[in-house]
Each structure stands twice: as C-alpha cells, then as structure tokens.
C-alpha cells in the first residue's frame, strides 16, 4: 500500500483497477472512498463499460465526499473516436465539512497513485461534473 502525505494509504486494489480501465477498459468508471477508520483509500465501486454516464452519476452520493475516475468516450469535430480518463473530486456542498478537508488533503498524492488521468474536475454539484463539462474540459 502506497502511503499518503496526508496518511491515508491507497490499497493496491485501487491501483490495479484503475489500470485495467486504462489498459484493458474492462470498466466505465471507479468510485473511490475514503476509509477513515483503516485511514486508506479504497474501490467503493465499478462500472461495466456498458454503464451510461448516467449511472455512473447515480452512483456518487449526494452528501459524501468521493474520488471517482470515467473513462469517457467522444467523437471529435474530425469524426476521430477518442477517449479521455477524466479524474472527479466529488465534494458536495452537504458533506461534512471534516469529510470534505481528509478528501481535499488527500487528493493530490492519491491522484499521483493514478498514473494517466488526463482532466481533472472538483464537483460540488451535478451540474459542475456534467457531461457538457467533461466534454468542453476533454477536446
């Protein structure tokens, strides 16, 4: 387990999962949680690469703090298919204020734990991580 600056470890499943996204798409996205009592960061959740960015959506919580990773898919003005490993630090205005400083601490070094994240968006809200977002920040 690589240790955090802020001292949550990230569990190697965190790791491995996030490179068969990236190498293998064997998913649409990862949801990621803090555990504070193990004070590590683990895999909450996996989306099948048939998952719409709708379910991916649903599946953060609208009052807790969250790390997520989509691997989202467009096609550019040239009709060129590409994809984009979008990083999301879900803090919604209703966590708790102790939840979302471990999550903003945390951030940084987890985000180095992920080798090829390509945007990266805070979210407060559903609107600001929206797909009309994630597309302008992509192309």
Known sequence: MANAASGMAVHDDCKLKFLELKAKRTYRFIVFKIEEKQKQVVVEKVGEPTNSYEDFAASLPADECRYAVYDFDFVTEENCQKSRIIFIAWSPDTAKVRSKMI???????????LDGIQVELQATDPTEMGLDVIRSRST
């Open 103 to 113: 999550y903003a601490s945390s951030k940084d070094r987890f985000k180095r734990e």
